[in-house]
């Protein structure tokens, strides 16, 4: 893919040798150095060779996120998080992963308005908790993409059986050597997939004007399913199960199982951070990208509560189709509505390739900056000059995530995917308040990190309680006891620590207590999903550093030598000094 000059750790196998001995110096120089905005601006950006061009205005960006989000979230994961979860209360689950997303939204617009690139949180931690950080972040920001859009794409081969009559089981071959869970192909989603990722290779604008298309006649179909449940529906399927043996009432499985269910349909918000990946190519990114980001993640909202009160309606929670749960409300009916069903089902498979639409754009771009900051191969960085797409990028991946889409089940993709989003958020949330209240190299960093140490471990001690102990008297005093120590220290820092620097253009209100409620609901988040989930994040995290320690940190070594990069180590430049080229300011 590149060439390496001769001084290159990877210019022989003796020299790549010589670097891996010398791996210990290299990651105390590398995994803590930090970049700055006005780096990640000029000299980073230039490492794409051409330029994105900036086409995009806040109506794009709401579409964007609309298209983004309502596909994934509804139409993949809704049937099974309500089956198995929270039963009607998934309305509940809705409303909160909705309001822990535009929390963790607020967190992304202040560094994106601040600093329009297009890595998003990777570019956010890059200039706060370094290159190590960031490039955790960035792994599991590409995992998280590639596995919602082969789950997503895998949906999407339901909905389509539906529409047209043809049960899911006919479009997968079911291979018998292999896992449960693994074993049955999809050729279907493939296709989808490779048509997708031509289609992002060719033109942004382009895009943009097929996906606002798109999604206003998504919009039309959503208040069709809308109106459908709530008028065929029946209020009493909010309380009664199907079969009488099973839990009834609105929170069959209690508050756990809300909780349970919000973690599993977060999912569905990882819309909108494929649109803070877009800020590069914003117009006017002080106006455009708040909008943009936090109202397609509000609107959202809504009509996801709407949609899965719909459902709700239609169907006992524990008759609901866990793959495809609106046209399955509607395919065993006889009175007349069996064609509802058909309706659902293309309606729902448009929704999906917008979805998908939005989200491989997001994950070419987050690719691209990865490849900039040179810890991947720069091949990766590469802007088209007469698409001006990341057109390396969006084929490597487009590919990967076909290969995933062919044989991985729905469940264990939306679970490894849900972790994986819910720690970049968290990260985000950690990162916005480190920025706000450290100048690096100027300021001591120890209090506030101290601070995000301890507000960390006492949500853990929240979440642990709240999970793992049995009802009681004693345990309802736990977790007051953890909410006091907690916003004790919370308020303690606000009073004592004041701020490094306010934002020129656009801030979280309340800091620190909005990023702090996102820290909290993001872990809380993460105390809700199942032990495998961890065990494969875990692994692939490790997998990640492994990546770092035999390639990455060697790759930003060379390019730091080269002087790619303009500083060495946390003992960065005042962030004053990136108002000095008035170009770069937005």
């Given at each position: 893919m590149e060439t390496h000059p001769r001084n290159s750790s990877f210019s022989s196998c003796s020299a790549y040798l010589r670097a891996l001995a010398q791996t210990p110096a290299r990651v105390s120089r590398r995994a803590l150095s930090v970049s700055t905005s006005y780096e990640e601006m000029s000299r980073v950006r230039a490492k794409s060779g051409s330029d994105m061009r900036k086409t995009l205005r806040w109506y794009d960006l709401v579409c964007f996120g609309i298209g983004g989000m309502v596909g994934a979230g509804v139409f993949v994961t809704t049937g099974r998080a309500s089956r198995l979860n929270a039963g009607p209360a998934i309305v509940i689950s809705y409303a909160i992963a909705g309001l822990c997303a535009l929390l963790s939204a607020f967190c992304y617009t202040e560094f994106a308005v601040d600093m329009p690139v297009a890595g998003g949180a990777f570019s956010y931690l890059r200039v706060t908790f370094g290159e190590f950080a960031a490039f955790l972040t960035g792994a599991n920001l590409i995992m998280e993409y590639v596995m919602s859009n082969a789950a997503i794409a895998r949906g999407f081969a339901s909905y389509f059986g539906t529409a047209i009559g043809v049960p899911t089981a006919k479009w997968r071959l079911k291979v018998d050597g292999l896992p449960d869970g693994f074993n049955e192909i999809d050729v279907l989603a493939v296709a989808v997939v490779l048509v997708i990722t031509f289609v992002i290779c060719y033109s942004t604008r382009e895009s943009s004007v097929v996906n606002m298309i798109l999604t206003v006649l998504h919009i039309l179909f959503i208040a069709f399913v809308i109106l459908m449940g709530f008028w065929k529906g029946d209020p009493k399927n909010f309380t009664e199960p199907g079969d009488p043996k099973n839990p009834s009432g609105f929170f069959p499985y209690g508050a756990k199982g809300v909780f349970n269910g919000a973690a599993m349909v977060y999912l569905s918000y990882i819309g909108y951070d494929a649109v803070s990946t877009m800020a590069e190519e914003v117009k006017n990114p002080v106006k455009d990208i708040p909008i943009g980001v936090s109202g397609s993640v509000i609107i959202v909202t809504v009509l996801y509560c709407l949609m899965?009160?719909?459902?709700?309606?239609?169907?006992?929670?524990?008759?609901?189709?866990?793959?495809?749960?609106?046209?399955?409300?509607?395919?065993?009916?006889?009175?007349?509505?069996?064609?509802?069903?058909?309706?659902?089902?293309?309606?729902?498979?448009?929704?999906?390739?917008?979805?998908?639409?939005?989200?491989?754009?997001?994950?070419?771009?987050?690719m691209c900056v990865i490849g900039r900051s040179s810890v991947v191969p720069a091949w990766f960085a590469r802007v088209h000059p007469k698409t001006s797409t990341p057109v390396n990028a969006s084929a490597f991946l487009g590919i990967f995530t076909a290969a995933i889409a062919l044989f991985t089940d729905?469940?264990?993709?939306?679970?490894?995917?849900?972790?994986?989003?819910?720690?970049?958020?968290?990260?985000?949330?950690?990162a916005v308040i480190y920025r706000r209240y450290v100048n690096v190299g100027t300021t001591n960093p120890q209090p506030t990190l101290s601070f995000l140490f301890l507000f960390s471990v006492t949500s853990i001690i929240f979440t642990l309680i709240w999970h793992f102990v049995p009802p009681c008297k004693s345990k309802a005093f736990m977790l007051?006891?953890?909410?006091?120590?907690?916003?004790?220290?919370?308020?303690?820092?606000?009073?004592?620590?004041?701020?490094?620097?306010?934002?020129?253009?656009?801030?979280?209100?309340?800091?620190?207590?909005i990023p702090c409620i996102?820290?909290?609901?993001?872990?809380?988040?993460?105390g809700s999903l199942d032990g495998p989930s961890y065990v494969r994040f875990g692994f692939f995290s490790a997998l990640a550093v492994l990546v770092y320690l035999l390639y990455s940190v060697h790759a930003s070594f060379d390019a730091e030598e080269d002087g790619s990069f303009g500083q060495k180590s946390c003992e960065s430049p005042k962030e004053s000094a990136e108002s000095e080229d008035p170009s770069l300011k937005v």
């Open positions: 899965a009160a719909s459902m709700s309606m239609l169907m006992p929670y524990d008759m609901i189709d866990a793959e495809a749960p609106f046209s399955g409300a509607f395919s065993g009916k006889s009175d007349g509505w069996k064609w509802v069903s058909n309706v659902i089902g293309v309606g729902a498979s448009f929704g999906i390739l917008t979805s998908l639409l939005v989200a491989m754009l997001g994950q070419a771009r987050y729905l469940t264990v993709l939306l679970n490894l995917v849900s972790i994986g989003t819910l720690f970049v958020f968290y990260m985000v949330a950690n007051g006891a953890c909410a006091i120590v907690a916003i004790a220290v919370l308020q303690i820092f606000h009073c004592v620590v004041p701020q490094a620097k306010k934002p020129e253009f656009w801030g979280v209100p309340l800091m620190p207590w996102s820290i909290f609901l993001n872990i809380f988040l993460l």
